[in-house]
T-cell receptor, first 110, second 118 residues
Framework: EDQVTQSPEALRLQEGESSSLNCSYT??????LFWYRQDPGKGPEFLFT???AGEEKEKERLKATLTKKESFLHITAPKPEDSATYLC???????????FGAGTTVTVRA | GAVVSQHPSRVICKSGTSVKIECRSL??????MFWYRQFPKKSLMLMAT?????????EQGVEKDKFLINHASLTLSTLTVTSAHPEDSSFYIC??????????????FGPGTRLTVT
């Protein structure tokens, strides 16, 4: 059975304190792994898609990496505006559906 | 690019009435749209997949007669919650896939609709 597990559930950081979020997955025939950011009461905002092990993508203070079993979202020198829930999702080949993890809620204190 | 809108953003209805939620892709043609439901502090749960011009495909456990989906054009899908009950109160989010940029697999999400049934 396909599974997507994110850890930790919640992460409290001091401004400038870098950290990483983990998304481990078990899926047969992975097409891609997606990272989204969701603010309270809003829809998810697309961040990255990773398609193959070893791939890395960056956007401002965020960097996503992918292995055959997991993905990491690194937040470098976070700011309070990086506070949000970060969602990881996987997509299988021959299917456009996304299966989401439960998310990691990040709170960055000034 | 890749903007998806939803209307309304919030709706309050009485138990037993029906409510319609619209999902539009504003700057691209969406061959496929998805409808999700999200409970407080929980992740997104896929309800159904909607393809333009054909019947929606519902996930296991989702009542197709209660949650009517119509994908009338390449830019519009609607979700109608029929005979709503308080337990249908939730945050409903749509997403769309189309040929955006270099990838046709990325889903772009709408801002969500908060439904409260009293």
């Amino acid at each position: 059975e396909d599974q997507v597990t994110q850890s930790p559930e919640a992460l409290r950081l001091q401004e400038g304190e870098s950290s990483s979020l983990n998304c481990s997955y078990t899926v047969s025939g992975l097409r891609g792994l997606f990272w989204y950011r969701q603010d309270p009461g809003k829809g998810p905002e697309f961040l990255f898609t990773l398609y193959s092990a070893g791939e890395e993508k960056e956007k401002e203070r965020l960097k996503a990496t992918l292995t055959k079993k997991e993905s990491f979202l690194h937040i470098t020198a976070p700011k309070p505006e990086d506070s949000a829930t970060y969602l990881c999702a996987v997509q299988k080949r021959n299917d456009y559906k996304l299966s989401f993890g439960a998310g990691t809620t990040v709170t960055v204190r000034a | 690019g890749a903007v998806v809108s939803q209307h309304p953003s919030r709706v309050i209805c009485k138990s037993g009435t029906s409510v319609k939620i619209e999902c539009r892709s504003l700057d691209f043609q969406a061959t496929t749209m998805f409808w999700y439901r999200q409970f407080p502090k929980k992740s997104l749960m896929l309800m159904a997949t909607s393809n333009e011009g054909s019947k929606a495909t519902y996930e296991q456990g989702v009542e197709k007669d209660k949650f009517l989906i119509n994908h009338a054009s390449l830019t519009l899908s609607t979700l109608t919650v029929t005979s709503a009950h308080p337990e249908d109160s939730s945050f409903y989010i749509c997403s769309a896939i189309g040929l955006v940029g270099q990838s046709s697999y990325e889903q772009y999400f709408g801002p969500g609709t908060r439904l409260t049934v009293t």
